[in-house]
């Protein structure tokens, strides 16, 4: 697994519309890292992006100076940690701990002590494990398209997304008062691939004021 072949994209390009949209949808916008692992193909997915969540998630509602960790397993269901993980007290914490941790790198310490059934349950664990393809990274998205606000626009993006195996699953409009409009919109099922190759096509096309955005929308698997 090499860092690059990782997704990993900020909050820049998220608007205010987005969070708009979103919102009268039944999300939230936040900022996810996913970890997935699909045990009868042996291949993991891992992931840094926004994403929307249904309000109803209790993710969703983490806010402020806190974090939350959610882990599914098949046995034991899932399990949400929340606590504080920003602001004045935490992050000196945390400062305070690696300062801690190099300074004892620095001097010498041992490596920690993993035991020799731990050691051998990883590599069981991790034997021909794969970084999952894009096209294999399969969910439903949310796409912003800022147009020339013309007759027949919306009709040219949704051939363009049906030429890539793309369908909508809802559809909200903005007109601006430049002359151009935002259309936002969210998809049935596709893959990483799809959408990519999509935004592409659509950026080429002169009615397309800007670059596409894309978010994720996150949909637990329990």
Do not use: W
């Amino acid at each position: 697994m090499k860092l690059e072949e990782i997704i990993c994209e900020g909050i820049r390009e998220i608007s205010g519309t987005d969070i708009e949209i979103a919102g009268e949808l039944g999300y939230k916008i936040k900022l996810l890292a996913v970890i997935a692992r699909d045990f009868e193909a042996n291949k993991l997915s891992v992931r840094l992006h926004p994403a929307l969540i249904a309000k109803s998630e209790v993710i969703a509602g983490v806010d402020e100076v806190y974090n939350g960790v959610s882990v599914t397993g098949d046995v034991v269901g899932t399990t949400v940690l929340i606590g504080r993980g920003a602001g004045q007290d935490a992050t000196s914490s945390s400062v305070i701990s690696d300062i801690a941790d190099a300074v004892c790198m620095i001097q010498g310490a041992p490596r920690p002590v993993i035991s020799e059934e731990d050691e051998v349950l990883y590599r069981q664990l991790a034997d021909g494990l794969k970084l999952a393809a894009p096209a294999e990274l399969t969910g439903r998205y949310y796409l912003r398209v800022h147009v020339k606000d013309e007759q027949g626009v919306l009709a040219k993006i949704s051939n363009i997304l049906a030429a890539h195996h793309i369908s909508f699953a809802t559809v909200n409009q903005k007109e601006l008062t430049d002359g151009t409009a935002l259309i936002m919109l969210t998809t049935h099922e596709s893959n990483e691939t799809s959408v990519a190759a999509a935004k592409a096509t659509l950026s080429a096309e002169s009615v397309v004021v800007e670059t596409p955005v894309s978010l994720r929308i996150f949909e637990p698997s329990y």
